[in-house]
């Protein structure tokens, strides 16, 4: 109960409720439209008892063949007839407003979970299981659903329903109002607490491994690759079995908590219903009520408790729905990390110069930056390497000038500008990148190369793969630039993803290149072939070369070589290699003897 009134305070009920309010106000007239034709139709179900009665009185005090007895029959019965046609009507207007409503809704929210995802920093995605966040947007969405109706559609009219009959009761008789009321507000009150306080947290918790549930699932299917290069199918079933039975035993404690919560509240309704028709006998008998009384009080109090046993279940789906919409809600409460600045503006990079000027950076609660007061400039034009151990800086490097994190203090000036005032979608369409394991889209390979340039022709498409040496496999293939890559390319050797993604930076033609060692999944033939294309591609580019394998690097202008966050040695390959117990020369004497083992026994 404590973590519950923690949790109602400030947490996830505020929040929920909250957000679902601020989507509302983005349609008022829909909302006001809803709210009256719900009024007024729940106000058709509080009078029909109360006519309903007038007509038994009428045909058990008098005969049909006394006008006044049956003009009062006729005029209960008309009465009866009009509120139940106007309830229809006015229910029809209401479910077609929600239609509306609903389905507006959860395309924002929807669209905008997908805004934020899209634009959270690569450090949450690298924290996030893409089908556990995938899992939770859709989850919410359909409990979005389940909320609006629960609200509009079902408490709504309980309450309406609640105060209408407890104040006509009392009109007649103050008591019976009293004994409705009471028993009828103790019930409403002794459901929530314990539909809240008792099933709630269970549920919660819940829904959490349902999350986990969804992203072991993802994480299994996505690197099915893996499992089949393992013979680890049996290893992910126990894997997988062990969620399921988290996930099984906490659904199971939630499902058996409703179910007592549902005997309470019959039980609740059972005591109400005796003291009503009890209270009504007692009237019968004084001769304070007659037999078209007895009827009002009765169909009042049996359309109140279907109202009042559903209030029950409205409450569960009430706390159903925030539990599942809490994620989603959570997706649109956490900062992006790394935002425009107001006003920022769209760089214009027509040179590509490169500045790190007194750059300091650290990863997020690291205590030591990565870099301290870091300084280079990269010229426009120049073809420079990055060499480096692992953990050297050499892919934070190239992060930082896409500005996928921030720095702590200095800048990063591309052509005089400070990326931090830029615009980060314009920056990074004016950088084409080649990753060491590229991902392609689960679309046509037309598409995937056009992604750089979505406005691109046939013509051009095809220009760009022959560049990268990928229009030969391409066109071999039975549906050639139209065929589906499968998802993240999986349907193409590690090669062929290499060579569709060079093509990608061929078509951007970007002043800045950056090269993850684009050519290690190549064949020999084919890397011949790329290199030479990236020769022509890198003329009249800023290029910037991670290079694993140091002869890729040979013939750049300037080599990086970092140890720890800083430049431990820079200039050619000649001037590096050169340097006695230098670490580019260490690094490049181990790989050409790795290089000259292998050949040896290949040759064995």
Same mark, same amino acid.
């Given at each position: ?10 947490? !996830? ?59 009062? !029959? ?87 329903? +609640? ?313 071999? +293939? ?22 569709? !993604? ?65 430049? !431990? ?20 004497? +181990? ?14």
């Amino acid at each position: 109960m404590a973590l519950f009134r923690k949790d109602l305070r400030g947490g !996830a009920f505020r929040s929920v409720l909250g957000f679902t309010w601020l989507h509302w106000q983005r349609q008022p007239v829909r909302i006001a439209v809803i709210a009256g034709a719900v009024l007024l139709s729940t106000l058709a179900d509080v009078l029909t008892p109360l006519y309903s009665g007038r007509l038994v009185d009428a045909v058990v005090n008098g005969h049909a063949t006394e006008a006044v007895v049956w003009n009062a !029959a006729i005029a209960a019965f008309s009465t009866l007839l009009a509120l139940s046609l106007g309830a229809i009507i006015l229910r029809h207007i209401t479910f077609m407003q929600i239609v509306d409503l609903t389905l507006n809704m959860m395309t924002e929210i929807a669209s905008g979970a997908f805004y934020r995802i899209q634009r959270f920093s690569t450090e949450w995605h690298a924290n996030s299981f893409a089908g556990s966040t995938v899992r939770k947007v859709t989850r919410g969405m359909w409990a979005l659903d389940l909320l609006n109706d629960t609200l509009l559609l079902a408490l709504f009219p309980s309450v309406i329903m +609640l105060i209408g009959s407890t104040a006509l009761m009392a009109w007649y008789w103050p008591l019976m109002g009293l004994i409705i009321g009471i028993g009828s507000l103790l019930f409403v009150a002794v459901t929530a607490s314990l539909s809240l306080g008792y099933v709630a947290p269970m549920a919660r918790l819940a829904n959490r491994w349902d999350t986990k549930l969804g992203g072991s699932l993802a994480d299994a299917v996505s690197c099915n690759m893996v499992v089949k290069g393992f013979g680890a199918e049996s290893r992910e079933d126990a894997r997988l079995a062990k969620v399921l039975t988290k996930w099984r035993d906490r659904t199971a404690r939630t499902w058996v908590r409703g179910t007592w919560n549902g005997t309470s509240q019959g039980t609740m309704l059972l005591v109400l219903r005796a003291a009503v028709i009890g209270f009504a006998l007692i009237l019968w008998s004084k001769g304070q009520a007659s037999a078209g009384d007895i009827t009002f009080v009765l169909t009042s109090f049996f359309i109140l408790q279907g109202y009042l046993r559903e209030v029950g279940m409205h409450i569960r789906n009430l706390q159903r729905s925030v539990n599942d919409m809490e994620e989603l809600v959570d997706i649109q409460s956490q900062p992006l990390g790394i935002e425009d600045r107001p006003g920022a503006k769209p760089i214009r990079i027509s040179n590509g110069k490169i500045e790190f000027d007194n750059v300091t950076f650290h990863y997020g609660a690291h205590r030591l930056p990565l870099y301290d007061r870091f300084s280079v400039t990269i010229r426009a034009g120049e073809r420079v390497g990055l060499v480096g151990h692992s953990g050297s800086g050499k892919t934070t490097f190239v992060k930082l000038i896409q500005r996928l994190h921030d720095v702590k203090s200095g800048r990063i000036l591309i052509d005089g500008q400070d990326i931090a005032g830029i615009t980060q979608a314009s920056l990074r369409q004016q950088i084409a990148i080649v990753q060491q394991e590229p991902i392609l889209f689960h679309r046509s390979l037309a598409e995937n190369i056009a992604y750089a340039r979505p406005g691109a022709t046939q013509g051009e498409i095809e220009e760009a793969a022959r560049q990268a040496s990928a229009h030969d496999f391409i066109s071999a +293939l039975p549906k050639g630039y139209s065929t589906l890559v499968g998802e993240r390319g999986v349907k193409l050797s590690g090669g062929e993803r290499q060579r569709v !993604a060079i093509a990608r930076a061929f078509l951007a033609d970007a002043p800045v290149l950056i090269l993850d060692e684009a050519t290690s999944s190549l064949d020999s033939e084919s890397e011949m072939l790329i290199q030479q294309a990236m020769e022509r591609l890198m003329l009249g580019r800023t290029t910037l070369v991670i290079a694993h394998r140091l002869s890729t690097v040979r013939s750049l202008d300037r080599l990086l070589v970092f140890e720890h966050g800083r430049i !431990a040695e820079e200039g050619n390959h000649e001037a590096l290699i050169g340097l006695n117990g230098g670490i580019y020369r260490g690094l490049f004497e +181990l790989q050409t003897l790795e290089l000259t083992k292998g050949l040896v026994l290949n040759d064995d």
